[in-house]
């Protein structure tokens, strides 16, 4: 194709972009709509006055043509994946055509003609014309094209509209010389496309295996293909193409009715088709201003707790498990007030087979809206709370960190446990802080769960709070796993300034012996060896020799290294 001085405009991309779009919906509207149909005339109609724009920027439009997409000037300006074989790239690039070039007056003269000719060669059987051929029968005026001789055994040759009897190649932006087909057809040969009876073998099955595995594919895709993604954008179609308030009332009525069909049955990609199609179409300016909010407000509705509530009821019942991407694509758009049904369902105690995929989808949805999350998190709910907590969890975000905290002062104990677990998960600075509060928790399992957290994230800051947890009354009378942990975290980070404090504990004596019980100097025998400097070394060498078995064994252990 032809190479221009200059970067292209972004008005000149966005142009052929429009153009391509609206001629992708007009083929849509002519294989799904008689000739006389209102919605096909109309397609037709946005096609033709979107390619009368492009010539205001470019004076030829020229394409490569590509399995999935057109490009132009090295750039893709047109992709089709999700139609795969249906798609206008794929019915050129199938029978051979590899570029397309359109010039102006192609709009008004030889568009539909185009795209009938392709709605042809889409149903065409297998010894009708292919593409190229009715192409070069109908001699479109303003289109020309190259293709490759796809049937050739031989290595492929570049061939072009002009590589026919009869017609030039044409070069970027000049069109096909006609030159009468007598003076240069060779002797003996047809037009392309013409049927010979010693092109075939003579036997009953002349098809060879590739002809064969494309009829296959073929036969299969159309008993496969879901019709009713057609019938949605057909209703889709109309609601774009007729300007009358009463027959758009009428789809979204019906488009209402499927989509909660769709729920009930499971179809979970069909539900997020529609919300896709109906976020685009409150775009177009000729929708009724009456119902631009009816389709702004589904999302909504199918986000109502109670439908989401009923959605999550139909998969515990359901038999099969969903696939987790259709469920992800449904849930991400819906809107955040799903999210309080979705995690009231994971803080349960279900065993759903569809728990993993409602989980992931659920953890899509609440990545989007983060304080919606945060705000679940002071629900009165204990169910509600467990289930924001599992997602704030995974998520490892650090704006639920103000809701975590206000959990350690108010929520349950079992709660009060995860969010320290969530907490620590996170390790922010902020988080961290918010931690050394559950050093003072009412409750043994919190205490415990809080001194390991800040030991494994080395949180220094914690240091104060830790020596007056040991220094506390209540720390000698407590059990000895919370001694331990409490210890532990604190020899881990200490340095040597804890070990004036350690040293006390362990070798401190008093006119009747030791001033602290077996338990105490063992943890801080411990500690001792955690820190592990020369200073701590000699602590615990002057406690080798004491009477007490089981400091004796604490002391040992910790000046091999714990070992």
Known sequence: MGAHDTTPSPQTISAIEDALRAMAKAFRAVQLYLPNNPSRGQSLEWARTAFAKVWAHEPVLELHVHEASFQWEGRVVFQDAERATESLPWLLHRDGLRAIAF????????????????????????????????????????????????????????????????????????????????????????PPGMVRVENFDTTLYFLDQRETAYLQDELRREYTEDQ?????????????????????????????????EFLTMGDYELVAYVLREASTAVRKPHIDPSLVKTLEALPGRLSEPQVVAQLLHALDESARTPVTSLLEGLFSELRAEALEPLVSWLGGA??????????????????????????????????????ALRL?????????????????????????????????????PSALQALERAIDDADRDVRVATYRAIGTRKHAGALPRLLDAIRRKDTRGADLGEKMALFEAFGAMCGNSGVNEMDTLLNARGLLGAKENAEM????????????????????????????????????RAMRGGQ
């Open 103 to 190: 010039q102006p007056g192609c709009e008004a003269q030889d568009l539909e003609a185009l795209l009938s000719l392709l709605q042809r060669a889409r149903a065409a059987a297998s010894d009708d014309d292919d593409l190229v051929t009715m192409l070069w029968v109908a001699d479109l005026a303003h289109v020309t094209y190259r293709y490759v001789d796809v049937g050739n055994a031989a290595e492929p040759m570049l061939m072009s509209s002009g590589d026919r009897p009869g017609v030039a190649n044409f070069a970027p932006g000049q069109a096909p010389l006609a030159v009468p087909p007598a003076e240069t057809q060779p002797p003996g040969e047809g």
């Open 228 to 260: 009713r993604r057609l019938v949605l954008a057909s209703l889709f179609d109309i609601l774009e193409s007729r300007p009358e308030a009463q027959a758009q009332q009428e789809v979204l009525s019906i488009l209402d009715q499927l989509v909660i």
């Open 350 to 387: 279900s065993a759903s087979p569809a728990r993993a995929s409602i989980e992931k989808a659920s953890l899509r949805l609440a990545g989007a809206h983060t304080a919606e999350l945060n705000r679940l998190l002071e629900h009165p709910k204990d169910t509600v709370v467990r289930g």
């Open 392 to 428: 704030v969890a995974q998520l490892g975000t650090a704006a639920a960190v103000p809701g975590l905290a206000r959990l350690l002062r108010v929520a349950e104990t079992q709660v009060r446990a995860e969010a320290v677990g969530v907490l620590a998960d996170i390790g922010s």
């Open 521 to 556: 100097r063992a943890c801080a025998a411990r500690a001792l060896g955690l820190i592990g400097t020369p200073m701590a070394m000699s602590a615990l060498q002057r406690a080798a020799d004491t009477k007490d078995l089981v400091v004796r064994n604490a002391v040992a």
